[in-house]
């Protein structure tokens, strides 16, 4: 039968633990990454970045980690708080002689539990 | 507030209406686009501007017309359009660089979205 809706992999944590998000990306020549977060009735809200001459890249309790031999990103959430429950999306950049265009993952969505 | 604003935030219509998105930004930016999110597939880019030129439309059917009169101001008209076409539409807006000029990381910034049901 058709599918109702994208099935998106969920994440649920405990409030205080650590969360990690995972995001496999197709295009080995990708130079740019970005997190995004989208919290129900917003737009995609920029988390943090980084570019392909890193590995590791930390920001106010999140850190992203970017493993470009197996075209893996992840990003940690450290003391997971209620208010960050919401869809991550991972989107590596597609670059044109502008710049770059994103090409965004399906989104995990994370749950906190109290 | 990301500064990029987008009006209206709900829109209902019937396929044979005739309705436009719109999006402003107060970034300074020079690019502009415009993504469809629906429950089915990932979040998909549909039109680029840079500097008030389209530079990419990506196989977006012609019920949707995007139009770009300056580098603050993004403009989606739709015309009869389909129940699939039901979805939160997205605007964004970015630095871009210049054709040619070294390539630049420049994140989107994303505005709230019109969720847009097609009856």
């Known amino acids: 039968g058709e599918s109702v809706g994208l099935h998106l992999p969920t994440l649920s944590v405990q409030e205080g633990d650590n969360s990690i998000i995972n995001c496999a990306y197709s295009?080995?020549?990708?130079?740019?990454f970005i997190w995004y977060k989208q919290e129900s009735g917003k737009g995609p809200q920029f988390i943090i970045d980084i570019r392909s001459n890193m590995d590791k890249r930390q920001g106010q309790r999140v850190t992203v980690l970017l493993n470009k031999t197996v075209k893996h990103l992840s990003l940690q959430i450290a003391a997971t708080q209620p208010g960050d429950s919401a869809v991550y999306f991972c989107a590596e950049a597609v670059r044109d002689n502008y710049g770059q265009n994103f090409v965004f993952g399906p989104g995990t969505r994370l749950s906190v539990l109290p | 507030e990301t500064g990029v604003t987008q009006t209206p935030r709900h829109l209902v219509m019937g396929m044979t209406n005739k309705k436009s998105l719109k999006c402003e930004q107060h970034?300074?930016?020079?690019?502009m686009y415009w993504y469809k999110q629906s429950a089915k597939k990932p979040l998909e880019l549909m039109f680029v501007?840079?500097?008030?030129?389209?530079?990419e439309n990506n196989s977006v059917p012609s019920r949707f017309s995007p139009e770009c009169p300056n580098s603050s101001h993004l403009f989606l008209h739709l015309h009869t359009l389909q129940p699939e076409d039901s979805a939160l539409y997205l605007c964004?807006?970015?630095?871009?660089?210049?054709?040619?000029?070294?390539?630049?990381?420049?994140?989107?910034?994303f505005g709230p979205g019109t969720r847009l049901t097609v009856l």
């Open positions: 964004a807006s970015s630095h871009r660089g210049l054709a040619g000029v070294p390539p630049s990381y420049n994140e989107q910034f």
């Open positions: 295009n080995s020549a990708s130079d740019y």
């Open positions: 970034l300074g930016h020079n690019a």
């Open positions: 501007y840079n500097f008030k030129e389209q530079t």
